[in-house]
């Protein structure tokens, strides 16, 4: 959900997680933002409108948190985002998420 902190007051309501929401990562502008969930995907959503980018699945891995690179910060750049890496923390190696649909 988007909150209006002025005035306590729901502004919209981003939909598509299966499960509980576990981390959220803003861009700098506040337009932009990635999503993780215990249903194992990241998000990638445009908040003005608001609607998901796109969906990168990592399995049945929950997704405990997120973080965006520098130069995330308009929806061509979210939509044409490739490369969404999970790092198990019982692993030394990162694994790239996989792509499952522009939404």
Known sequence: RLWNLESGKCKATCTGHK???TGV???KDGKHAMSG???GCVRAWDLS??????TYKFGNHP????DMAEGLDDSSA???????KYQDPNEAEETDGIPCCQS
Do not use: F
């Open 37 to 39: 969930s215990k249903d």
């Open 78 to 84: 979210l939509e044409d985002l490739e490369h969404v």
């Open 49 to 54: 409108q608001p609607v998901c980018l796109r």
């Open 25 to 27: 990562k803003l861009s």
């Open 63 to 66: 997704i405990m948190c997120v």
């Open 19 to 21: 499960k509980h929401v």
